[in-house]
């Protein structure tokens, strides 16, 4: 099943077989203060920086997060996205908790728009499905609902389902509903891991929909996070996991190496132009 | 099923839920000339120093290997593995295709070696399989039979259940029998990783012996090779191999990281030992 996203120029189609979708993350204030002081004074140059950055890192597709406390959402959000759409051509995913933020981005948005995300709980169905449906975008549904985020496969994947249940019923077709299964630090759960691959496997099976991770955060709080998110990376993405939330200028490597191993890189093209120039490390 | 090995002090153990055991590959004389010019005039030193080299790197056992031509290996072999285990006190793995030479370097081992290897052709399962009977060793046994390494995912499972009830036949258990999914470069087949995973869970599945794969082959040809054998072995670890052959001080980062992933690494213990001391690539 292939989701197609689209800025004004440019489409991305995620789907099983094709190289894996790279969803830049780093237009994000989470945990970042000088971000997050630009942001709140309306400065976004930091964003154009990134932008720019996370594009020539090889990002497909940018993830534009601009909310925190003491943001106008609602005011900034819309900006921001007109100010990525500008600099960068790759189609975006607006990321934000605030409804009335969204309706704002996906009113100045020129394509077709990934949303990140609608949950499983019922204040965001509520609003979120609406807006996908309107504005014929596509959305990532979060697997996590009233109750939290459920430490177990089993709650997973009937929220994958209670979220494609209520999205088919919103009137929106299955390929554009992308399942995020969730990536919590490994220093959190050691069986963090575990969980997640059954899970894809699972909603893969189930569902048959794009799958997506935020993958950076498994190795939260880790040493040599670099080299323990690859593994992650790599198994994800024999799992399924079809896009994946990350720093594409820290994850690309990981990614183009896992694409290859399982065959989604046609007699090994986007490795080999990445990597033949480069002296072999002694 | 835990398959047991041992030098004259220590016992390795491979199983399913334990830390991927790390057969280190450097001696080994294919590709390396420098080593075969050694190994034709008696000479083991180079032999000694990889040896003292993988442990330290931290392979938990040694392949040991001296064949090649214009070599008398019948004669080199047993010499090699009595000076290995005079160097270092990791288990042995005996390699080699001349069953002359495993009898004598068996007969001078100390401890429970592992044989690496018998394969489905008809004269290895006659010559090796009563040598493992007879020295109450661990064998490897390798997917290939008379006809060559099959393409097939099922050819090879075929071959693994053969290899698998010939060991019985001779009154071997199956914790006596580790089996080589036979890892193919994917610069020669793009589909090789697809095939070898396959192959792993179905092995995994209908045999339950544990399992292992020469890892550094895999990426033979190409740029970058620790990167994409890295994403290449967390998914064969993810998949089911429990020990995996190859160069330590290459891939000792890429297994451990794996381990974590997957919960082979308790409390993360082996993984914060070797990296928490080294400060973050920036």
Redesign the interface.
């Known amino acids: 099943m292939d989701t197609k996203v689209s800025s004004a120029t440019k489409e991305v189609i995620i789907g099983e077989g094709k190289p894996t979708v790279i969803i830049g993350e780093r237009i994000n204030p989470t945990g970042r203060k000088k971000m997050l002081e630009s942001l709140k004074i309306g400065d976004l140059e930091i964003v154009k920086t990134e932008a720019v950055n996370q594009v020539q890192a090889g990002a497909d597709i940018l993830d534009v997060h601009v909310g925190g406390f003491n943001i106008d959402e609602v005011k900034l959000l819309p900006e921001a996205i007109k100010l990525v759409s500008q600099t960068v051509t790759v189609p975006l995913c607006i990321d934000t908790t605030n409804a009335e933020a969204l309706a704002a981005a996906l009113k100045v948005y020129q394509g077709k728009a990934l949303i990140n995300s609608v949950s499983g709980e019922e204040h965001s169905l509520l609003r979120v499905l609406p807006l996908v449906k309107e504005y014929n975008a596509a959305v990532i549904g979060l697997l996590q609902d009233d109750d939290g985020i459920p430490p177990t496969v089993e709650k997973r994947v009937e929220i994958a389902h209670k979220i494609a249940k209520r999205a088919a019923a919103a009137g929106i077709s299955m390929d554009n509903l992308v399942i995020d299964c969730l990536a919590l630090a490994?220093?959190a759960n050691?069986?963090s891991?575990?969980i997640i691959?059954e899970t894809i496997r699972r909603v893969k099976k189930e569902i048959g929909c794009n799958i997506t991770l935020a993958a950076s955060n498994?190795s939260f709080g880790?040493?040599?996070?670099?080299?323990?998110s690859?593994?992650?990376?790599?198994?994800v993405i024999?799992?399924g996991a079809t896009c994946l939330i990350t720093d594409a200028a820290k994850y690309r490597?990981?990614i183009l190496?896992?694409d290859?191993?399982?065959?989604r890189d046609?007699?090994?093209r986007r490795?080999?132009q990445a990597?033949?120039q480069?002296p072999?490390?002694q």
Do not use: D
């Not at 880790?222 to 323990?228: A, D, G, N, T, V």
């Open positions: 490994v220093g050691p069986k891991a575990l691959l498994f880790m040493p040599s996070r670099e080299m323990l690859g593994a992650f990376i790599a198994m024999e799992a490597s990981a190496s896992a290859l191993v399982v065959g046609q007699r090994a490795f080999l990597f033949r480069i072999k490390p």
